[in-house]
């Protein structure tokens, strides 16, 4: 893969609308009332779309759960220290987390890909480094309170990486990559990605991440309004916003949801941080929506006005709000489930000669 | 089993209320912020209440499909005509329905009860036999808007096979039954349920079922209001309303889920139907809701009034109305989520220790 950036974008393209048609009426033949199935026909549609072909296939999956720090996590803004970004990353690869129990329940790998974590990982003595990518770029971003959070320069850097890391994913068989996040103070750097991309008020946008109080959400209220004024980022360029006020592993989500819709595959969006990365992939390519589906709704506030926004419906709503993937990977099942349901349910022609078999 | 119903009823008892709160000091000490799995910890506790322990299992599972007939279908309320639910039975068996692609994706086992069907099945020519029950109480109710579908006898007789059914589950190592319908029909008679025991109106509760057209949907509402002044049903006599406007498979759905509160274990209830034999479960025994998960809310538009009735907040919103047990099937993925999340997640101090061996 030598593609730069701007190649990955020529390249993505729509989705095949004709196929969608005709896994529109495989539907209609199934044995039950039109489309009785509801969201489920949908998203079994949508693959085929996707996939350019009526039999989809998600038997081999993988979340990428994108780790990165935020020179913002000084200001206070969330109820845990810095380092537990770190203690995460060693907890996701010794198959501890929440993530990991939903990743196995839906026989989903977990692949962690340090973005720019603070703390250097003692990579010789965690477990299974065989599931860690590391591409950081930097030891977390700077205080956008104060500077740009990253580069131009770096941000292309986090999403080409992100897509390096998903591509690779694809290129050894992943028919579906579900997205995740980890890093302490990025539901800050989201709330403003969304405030300033989807023009939502602050109160609508900011909520309590891992749990601050009413003072902590004071703070990354007016430290979100501070940022995007110091830095008037420019709402239709992806770049711009992503430095302005993103993280190393919003950007690395935005890429590698760029490399689902390179590669023609699916790609499983978890919650508010991971679409925050969505609204920056979007601006980067408006088609790459098409190739999107929204795991869950998040319980933090702004999450739905960004699914709005992409024209997105959640699949589950099941007042969640861990990240790290672990929506990605529920609605995993359910996805899984609307291709069996497209492609083992006999046709009413079937079911009707089993039955004129029967009464032979 | 040899227990009457009124035996039943006296041994049903709430679950265990301790038992819940320690199951909520085990979610606290999970590595992440407090309950930021929303309704997954809900259910996993929920599960250890029901089983009386902390470490909950409902790896065997089976779907529970109580198939009948109904005699107000003379009376034009279904898209579909009569035969279709006996052809269903054979689809079900045959392993090619809805139910049967989303049981099989749950890991749960598929058994289909002849509760009632009007036509002679023709069983030595039908496959797998071994998962139909023979439990017919007569071919089809009687059409309710002039005599009531059943007698009172005939009410608890559906009642207390669905019981033993189920109970025969239970005996055979079942951890989680989910519970199904077929049958032409039944909408109408969930609506009568469901406007007798929740008051609700007839514009609510009476939606299009299969896909009537608005003239069908107009005789269903005509058809419900006729049977509910007739038969004057007690709305809080759980057996008088079954007898009067309800079916055989929902006397039978009622039954499973008594048996899965009699017996201590979880019971997910499917959509509409499932949902009406729920409402009479609970006339009988108001603890049987302790016992129960509602699978999804369905696109029917009464049954959201009958889940808020039973104080039951649906784990799936997708749009689906088939029925057959798929709503239960696919919320079983979730609850087996659940509780891989509250077993198999590292807490707080078992993460820290594994950091500190890190960086040592």
Known sequence: MNETLSDVLEIIAPVDKEIVTKARGRTAQLVMPPRALGKLHDIAEKLCGIG???????????????????GVAREGVSAYPQDITAMMVGTFLAGGAGINALARHAGAEVLVVDMGIAKALAVKALPNTDKLRMQSIAKGTRNFTRAPAMTRKQAEEAVMKGFLVASESFAQGCHLIGTGDMGIGNTTASAGIGMCVCKASIDDMVGRGTGVDSEGLARKKSVVVKALELHQPSADDGLDVL?????????????????????????????????????????????????????????????????????????????????????AALAMGIIDAAVHVHTDVMTFAEANRQARLVSD
């Open 243 to 327: 430095a302005k006020v993103g993280g190393f592993e919003i950007g690395g989500i935005a890429g590698c949801i760029l490399a689902a819709a390179f590669h023609k595959k699916p790609v499983v969006v978890d919650g508010f941080i991971s679409t925050a990365g969505a609204l920056i992939a979007h601006l980067l390519c408006a088609h790459c929506v098409d190739y999107m589906f929204a795991g869950h709704l998040s319980e933090e506030p702004g999450h739905g006005i960004m699914l709005k926004h992409l024209g997105l419906e959640p699949i589950l709503q099941l007042g969640m709000r861990l990240g790290e993937g672990t929506g």
């Open 52 to 70: 350019g072909t009526l039999s989809p296939d998600v038997n081999k999956k993988a979340i990428l759960v994108f780790a990165g720090d935020h």
